[in-house]
């Protein structure tokens, strides 16, 4: 198992802000269909990722799983300081002043350090995108959250939100892995410095299992000693792009964080890229999409 202090690299927001580049989510593991009591299993999981060092934690109204999550922080008896917590509003997105409050309350923090939008579907024109974000920018001129930002963003909507933005959304969470890569949108990002956070990072090495990255996937966990899951993650910290991950496990969450402990060459990321754009697999969202769209 990976030593409990392994360090996690961090990344420097266009807000000035540090995000640490692994972080530890709810939205599979341990997602809620509906609100009801406690799920202890969830407070234990994430009572256990801040015990392994994992201090950004990922979350979302939708997921159900804020109130353990503030449980878990408050029976972890961290300083709030040295956590980085990021929540998601779309279920009230109508009313994201009285979300950010809502959120707050069930995490019983003060402020979070990110604040997203959850996606920009709930939106019929570019106006409702920009009149969301001015919401989020007072959101952020409030103190409630360090940084705003956005997920699941096309180039299209980062564009809309842009022209009328007095701050530009700090990171873009979207699904991200060999085998959906965006086409442009990362270069994107990096012309407007804007960030990229990663969710599914792992889909080459679970759910898109057998693929063409199979091979170079297990080559590389051979040379460094380390599973394909943690080549998936390095793959995607070696873009400067943050990994957000799950497990209800102990033993493989204190593995993940041996991804801290190595780099692939430029040469092995690029590698990888490349075989992975002979398979096309989406895990989220595939209502939205035309299933050869890899936008």
Known sequence: MANILTPIPQLKLNDGTSIPMLAYGTGTAWYKSAEGGVDRKTVEGVKTAIKLGYYHLDNAEVYNTEPEMGIAIKESKI?????????KVITNIANIAQAIDTSLKKLQ???VDLYL??????????????KAWAEME???????AKSIGVSNYFESHLKATLATANT???????????YLQHGSLLPYHKSQNIAVAA??????VTKAKPGPCDEKLASLAKKYYV?????ALRWCIDQGVVAITTSGKEERLSDYLRAMTFSL?????????EIGTQKHYRGFWKAKFDENDRS
Do not use: C, M, W
Request: aromatic share 10%; glycine share 4%.
């Open 79 to 87: 300083e709030r300081s040295k956590l980085f917590v990021t929540t």
């Open 138 to 144: 007072k959101v952020k001129a409030s103190g409630k």
């Open 168 to 178: 530009p959304p700090s990171i873009n969470q979207i699904e991200f892995h060999p």
């Open 227 to 231: 599973s394909e899951g943690e080549i």
């Open 199 to 204: 969710y599914g990072p792992l889909t080459a």
């Open 109 to 111: 923090l003060d402020y």
């Open 117 to 130: 939008i959850h996606s920009p579907f709930f939106a019929k024109s570019d106006e409702d995108l920009q």
């Open 265 to 273: 060459t430029p040469k092995e990321v690029k590698d990888l890229a």
